[in-house]
């Protein structure tokens, strides 16, 4: 892959892409942008470039022919054509210019998409092309609602190398429904380097580097940071969404796939220590349910664990009015983030994330066309200077009509970032549990009775529905086989 991205730098020029993720225009309200009137700041029209000049390389697709012409019909609830302004994505330009094509954009809502999708393949409405959702696999797949992309997508290209491992997670039955072609929305703890330093903590960033960053260093930090309370003073170690991010920081799933069969892990020695931790935040009172979207801005809780979203958010709110360099960026910031720490008796550190992919729809004739645009975004999320251009254009501080800052990013947040989105760097896991169905995960009326077992297993500790990893998995463990049994036999 690296061979391959030095010999496409003649080729590729600077262009946009999407703030953060730098891997899709998933988000169509995403991107950062400047005002006309904040003329401190650079547009992110300085970081537009001509995407033809990677025409040398998708000459050679053999696909070509078969996507010149095609329009691809896209049922979600964002569009990925431009809007509001924006520029057309990297992978848009490259599909569009390059391979001749289009997008059809079919609207729907977040909640009436898997009910479009069901009428459109039943009713032989065009659709082609449905946004990579959890439940895609098996689920999706035993539904009828997706049909492979082994045909229309040459895994063996160099451009697919750092991802096979990532994709090689999702084969169901010897196939690939699910291709995807970068990491994204990872689970971090963002945290301030001078709250640490104030209670005499090391930086966590630092221990990740030198592969200390553990759940026993982790532990300790948040209780001395919540023993240095002073009188009258409530503190405490964490706040945030992590039940997920500390079941997955053991590299292990609920649902274990041989290729050919799934199998209930939910007995794991390594998921009950997991459990047992969170077990101790709460009989330790170090964790604080209040629902707040960024790290704490009166410096009352050591760690904020939520997706890079909220990053820039929390950026403004501990320091809203950053120095700008004469590059229209910020440099510095006392906040920092890290994935979450790993299982001490481990050396290699999880990842949960999100998947950057596209699902080839049921009956659609069109499987060349997808095929073409995902290997655009691949291309778009994996040569060096897309990923610059990414980069600039992240670095952009997002900035109200009024001049109000309103979130952004430091460079050594972002380069920070996409060393956790490497999965040369950080193993990520999918646990296929969150693709079989309601039962296994859904909220339901989101009770402890009625939503499904991934959310009980993540969640019902942190919520203080039950206190004792023992009794939630012996009450779902039953259950779980059934489900498996389910989706073995189909």
């Keep these: ?117 069901a009428s459109r393949i039943l009713g032989g409405d065009p659709v082609d092309m449905f946004p990579y959702e959890w439940d895609a696999v098996p689920n999706g797949v035993v539904k009828d609602q997706y049909q492979p992309l082994d045909d229309y997508i040459d895994l063996e290209d160099e451009i697919w190398d750092d991802m096979q491992d990532v994709i090689d997670m999702y084969e169901y039955k010897g196939k690939h429904y699910v291709v995807p072609y970068c990491l994204s ?99 330790q009172k170090l964790y604080d349910p209040t629902w707040i979207g960024c790290l704490n801005e009166d410096n009352s809780t050591l760690f904020f664990a939520m997706a890079d979203w909220a990053l820039g958010t929390s950026n403004v709110k501990h320091v809203p009015d950053p120095e700008i360099n004469d590059e229209g960026f910020v440099e510095e910031n006392d906040l920092m983030i890290v994935p979450f720490p790993k299982n001490p008796d481990t050396d290699e550190y999880y990842l949960n994330c999100n998947f950057g992919a596209k699902m080839l729809v049921k009956n659609s004739e069109n499987g060349a066309a997808v095929g073409a645009y995902i290997k655009c975004e691949r291309l778009a999320s994996s040569i060096d200077e897309y990923q610059e251009s990414a980069k600039q254009k992240a670095l952009i501080p997002n900035v109200s009509a009024a001049g109000v800052m309103k979130s952004y990013v430091t460079e050594e947040q972002y380069d ?75």
């Design 185 to 283: 929305d990872p689970l971090l703890i963002t945290y301030s380097r001078t709250m640490c330093e104030e209670n005499g903590l090391e930086d966590p960033y630092e221990l990740y580097e030198d592969g200390e960053w553990d759940w026993d260093v982790f532990m300790d930090m948040m209780t001395t940071f919540v023993g240095n309370a002073g009188d009258g003073e409530t503190r405490y170690g964490i706040n945030g969404w992590f039940g997920q991010a500390m079941i997955q920081s053991t590299g292990e799933t609920i649902i274990n796939y041989d290729g050919t069969t799934f199998s209930n892990n939910i007995n794991s020695e390594a998921i009950e220590s997991a459990e047992n931790i969170m077990e101790d935040i709460m009989n």
């Design 416 to 490: 920070a970032l996409c060393e956790y989105r490497d999965p040369e760097n950080i193993t990520p896991v999918f646990d296929f549990g969150y693709g079989m169905g309601s039962r296994m995960y859904g909220d339901g009326e989101y009770t402890y009775e009625t939503r499904g077992i991934m959310d009980n297993i993540t969640s019902a500790i942190l919520n203080g529905e039950k206190d004792s990893w023992a009794v939630i998995r012996d009450e779902w463990s039953a259950v779980i086989d059934e489900v498996v049994e389910e989706f073995n036999a189909k």
């Design 1 to 117: 892959m690296k061979t391959l991205k030095r010999t496409l730098a003649a080729l590729l020029a600077l262009t946009s892409i999407c703030a953060l993720t730098a891997c899709s225009n998933d988000d169509s309200g995403s991107s950062q942008s400047a005002t006309e009137d904040s003329s401190a700041y650079k547009e992110q029209d300085d970081y537009v470039a001509d995407a033809s000049l990677a025409a040398d390389y998708i000459k050679n697709d053999p696909n070509l022919a078969n996507v010149q012409g095609k329009t691809i019909y896209w049922l979600s609830y964002y569009d990925l054509n431009p809007t509001n302004n924006q520029d057309r994505s990297v992978a848009l330009q490259l599909f569009e210019d390059e391979y001749g094509g289009k997008i059809e954009y079919i609207s729907c809502t977040a909640e009436t998409k898997f009910d479009t999708l």
